[in-house]
């Protein structure tokens, strides 16, 4: 079980060899050949055929690094994926070939405590695609655990599957903060992480939602997937106290839970100014490191600061939201790529220039 | 019901320590508001000295409350039932009773849900415009007055609005036998917050603070560990490691930051495991800088504390079967003279070996 180095063994006839897009120097991507590892018991190999490009992908080419992670030697890139099932491992019984699936991209230890506890989320070991030194997935196919692989029902499509992932973060952040349909939601940021936890915590029963962005487009976007109040703000700290009162009013009564999906001075003195006495901010967004806040006048109201790092447990509750039709996330595809050199240059470029570009998707 | 105003009728005259002006305390008259049904005049015997008291003294405010007109002191106290209203049932004249301050409306949604310590209209002792407890007298809801049992002091039922704050704050952050426990400063907050981790099953507490006298304090009181610390932020990562290293493999779950400032809430989010929580207790800055982010992407949650809900009956109860000694932590005491109230607060000010100042009535 691994993410890439050993050759696999049976080369079908005719089968062709296993390409993925590797990231291999600062602003560069390569389409190159990438060896599966050998399939253990527990895995599945999975033919790509929906990648979604995140944010962290392009901060990982722009720097080649995120937080303490670097990129020391050449990694293929991408995580957020579904596909279909090529061979299954002689213990998988949830799983057959032709079967449709979203991938789980991060496979934790199940040995430490944070692990058993159903933390796994937090690992000190995970391996996680495409967060070095372990390999991504955007590739013709790769080899993963089969429980990490979700089966997608008929009426949810491929791409629908890779949405899954940004979605998740969405979820776990709706479940860590207690969403449900007495608590009034803010979203500080409308690109692709504020849009989905916008109808997560639709989906969860938040009865009201408020967002804000710089960005005229995305809040009109914002508007259009449901929000019941959409400001627009700006990155000047002086307008924190004006653009509370606009909020508030919004919102028409107090905020219950803010999600600062940016991850700025800004945004998060905003939210910690905005959220009622007794309420929750949840940093979802990674923006700096250190950060300046009014943290003390948070403090003597009570307003708790809750911490978001990726998701644990939440493909099924994603799926079956999308089964019903209680989340739409087709909406948020915005611009699709094939899988060659150049594509994959474009596709990178567009996501990176942010504004009407929200999710890249590539179809292969 | 109220705290202040009109003359009341019977006896001496009621007499305050009131705040009349920056560094300026003066023992006056206070006259007691009429007793309302709910009500009971309480003679105090016992009041505490709080960091609050006197940073109204140094400054006349405190965050967002100002002292826009002279105000009594003192809100940490006990003392003796000595008349009860109408409708009062649950004390009688010559009980002994230790008293929660601040008096929440009881209408407004926080309330109602039991979050009353940040209801926005509470009336608090010596949170301006509201008159303190340092008094002959007062006036205060007999629902706020709670019995203490004859094997505790009137000096200890003082304590209980200090250890109050403890016990809030080990109660929002699940404090139990499984919670190794990191406190940040060993004032007199940074001590009620070691004994309350220890009654609620910590089994593992160490204690930081800069004042080596203090964290003498802090053993004696039961620390398993002791580490003196810096106000030099360049300091962190060493000092991450030597309380990582005294608090053993398994880390820290929960950070209690008595003192707020950057130094100690960085240190506080450095040094907790992933999944833990650090409490800010301590009200040190409005606007902090700290390593927000990467505290966030480990899930190392921040609660916010503010006084305390529901805390004086399980205080009580904890001082009474002597699972909590909080004598040790009264190191100073006074009498109610207008020389010895100057000299009170001079000491309390000073900090260093002083750590809870007393007055006796």
């Known amino acids: 079980m691994g993410k890439g180095g050993k050759s696999h063994e049976e080369t079908k006839s005719g089968e062709d060899e296993n390409m993925a897009a590797w990231l291999v120097g600062l602003n560069t991507l390569k389409i190159q050949p990438f060896k599966l ?112 692989c979700f089966k997608l029902p008929d009426n949810v499509s491929l791409e629908e599957g890779a949405m899954c992932e940004p979605l998740s973060v969405g979820v776990h952040a709706c479940r860590r903060a207690n969403i449900g349909p007495e608590t009034n939601v803010l979203v500080m940021g409308a690109g692709p992480i504020g849009l989905v936890t916008m109808m997560a915590a639709r989906a969860f029963g938040a009865p009201r939602i408020v967002i804000v962005d710089v960005d005229d487009n995305r809040l009109s976007v914002a508007k259009n997937l449901g929000a019941d109040g959409i400001v627009k703000v700006s990155t000047d700290m002086q307008d924190v106290a004006e653009e509370v009162e606009r909020i508030c009013k919004a919102m028409g009564g107090g905020v219950d839970v803010s999600f600062d999906c940016a991850g700025f001075n800004k945004t998060m003195s905003t939210a910690l100014s905005a959220t009622r006495a007794g309420g929750k901010v949840c940093l979802v967004g990674m923006g700096h490191h250190e950060m300046t806040v009014p943290l003390t006048p948070a403090a003597t109201r009570e307003v708790d600061v809750i911490g978001i790092f990726r998701y644990r447990n939440t493909w099924p509750l994603c799926i079956e939201f999308l089964r019903s039709g209680k989340i739409d996330v087709k909406p948020l595809i915005t611009h699709r790529f094939g899988f060659s050199q150049k594509e994959v240059e474009e596709a990178f470029e567009t996501s990176a220039g942010g504004g009407s570009a929200i999710k890249v998707m590539f179809n292969l």
């Open 37 to 148: 590892p050998p399939l253990g018991p527990h895995d599945a190999r999975v033919r790509m055929k929906a990648v979604g490009i995140c944010g962290s992908d392009v901060h990982y080419l722009k720097t080649m690094r995120c937080a303490d992670f670097v990129v020391k030697e050449p990694m293929v890139i991408g995580h957020e994926c579904a596909g279909i099932i090529e061979e299954v491992g002689s213990e998988v019984k949830n799983l057959v070939p032709g079967d449709r699936v979203a991938l789980e991209p991060g496979i934790s230890c199940w040995r430490c405590d944070l692990c058993k506890d159903g933390r796994y989320n937090l690992c000190p070991e995970m391996k996680f695609f495409a967060t070095p030194p372990v390999h991504g997935s955007l590739a013709h196919q790769v080899v993963h655990p089969a429980d990490l």
